[in-house]
């Protein structure tokens, strides 16, 4: 009774971690691919995933069978014991060769495909460098720089060029394509075509040392109109500050070291070292993908941010906590 209880138990969490894998709860399944990038790799995977498990039920079917069938009987005495057989060894030989030569052919033809450059002309270019540890994107053809979120159309091509600004990362939004590395010193690529609107969870899916499980972003993949706009938005620049605590903010930022790590557009703030901030305050998050974008969190980045991510490079500026809630309201209104 007990063995059938903890069978029971076992079987269960088995049902709940594979359930883990997949649902709309989680938001980093590959499970659920939404572009034709996503559904290659899926076609592919169930593909060798059933040539498996025809695999595991005749091995399994075949080995129970037997244990139970010669299962030891004191009626029967000692089985007869067999050497060798020519027919068995031919065929257990042939069928694993036929089996993975008929996984061969589609995985050779999908890694052809899509390491192929994009035959579509009327791709959008984006650039992607990794940096320790976050994103930066960069649309040549639209003049847009931004950090740890991008935005892209969808039903159009996206093709991706990845490199890296230090060490070894690698580009994986598990529901929309990858993953692919970028390396100092080359430039990979990557291209997908978005079939569904969502915001898309992407992880850096190469250790990159101390901060690489808090290398996250976000691909917010928009209906047409929503990317045109929020083009517009971004080849504006930035919200001059209104109110006093704005103000007062961007008078934080540019007399502190922000200002050599940072850009915003049109200021005096012109680093490139750290994420370009220039629309800041229109990002879904802050720290490349591991807070919601709120004042409370911002600050809390701004506060204390190794303990908000340990390792990170951005230096720790002092200031009050009345100068933070400032520097907070100015980022934020960076719209
Ligand atoms: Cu970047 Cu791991």
């Not at 030569?101 to 050779?108: D, E, F, L, M, S």
């Not at 620049?237 to 049109?266: K, L, N, Y």
Request: aromatic share 8%.
């Amino acid at each position: 009774m007990k063995q059938r209880i903890a069978l029971a138990a076992a079987l269960l969490l088995a049902l709940v971690v594979v359930q883990g894998c997949g649902g709309d709860g989680y938001p980093q399944s590959a499970l659920h691919p939404t572009s034709d990038f996503g559904h290659r790799l899926d076609g592919l995977f169930k593909q060798i995933l059933w040539w498996a498990v025809v695999v595991f039920v005749i091995v399994v079917g075949v080995l129970l069978y037997t244990v139970f069938r010669w299962r030891e009987r004191p009626e029967r005495g000692r089985p007869r014991e067999i050497h060798g057989h020519v027919l068995l060894e031919i065929g257990w030989t042939l069928a694993p060769a036929l089996i993975l030569v008929a996984i061969a052919i589609p995985t050779i033809r999908t890694i052809f495909l899509i390491d192929n450059p994009t035959a579509d002309e009327n791709a959008l270019t984006v650039e992607v460098i990794g940096h320790q540890w976050w994103w930066e994107f960069r649309y040549p053809e639209l003049g847009i720089v931004t950090a740890n979120e991008a935005h892209i159309p969808v039903g159009r091509t996206v093709d991706l060029r990845l490199r890296s600004a230090d060490v070894m990362h690698s580009f994986w939004i598990p529901k929309l394509g990858g993953k692919r590395d970028l390396l100092p010193g080359r430039e990979n690529q990557l291209w997908f075509r978005p079939d569904s609107v969502g915001v898309f969870w992407g992880q850096c899916a190469e250790y990159c040392g101390t901060a690489h499980a808090l290398m996250g972003m976000r691909v917010v993949v928009d209906d047409p109109g929503g990317f045109d706009a929020w083009v517009a938005a971004n080849q504006a620049g930035p919200a001059t500050p209104t109110e006093a605590q704005t103000r007062a903010g961007q008078a934080v930022f540019m007399g502190t070291a922000c200002v050599s790590c940072h850009r915003i557009r049109g200021t005096a703030a012109n680093g490139n070292f750290g994420p370009d901030l220039t629309h800041f305050g229109s990002r879904l998050t802050v720290g490349a993908g591991i807070l919601e974008n709120t004042p409370e969190n911002l600050a809390e980045w701004i506060g204390n941010t190794q303990h908000v991510k340990p390792g990170n490079l951005m230096p720790q500026v002092r200031l009050t906590e009345q100068q933070v809630a400032q520097l907070a309201a100015y980022l934020l209104s960076l719209r």
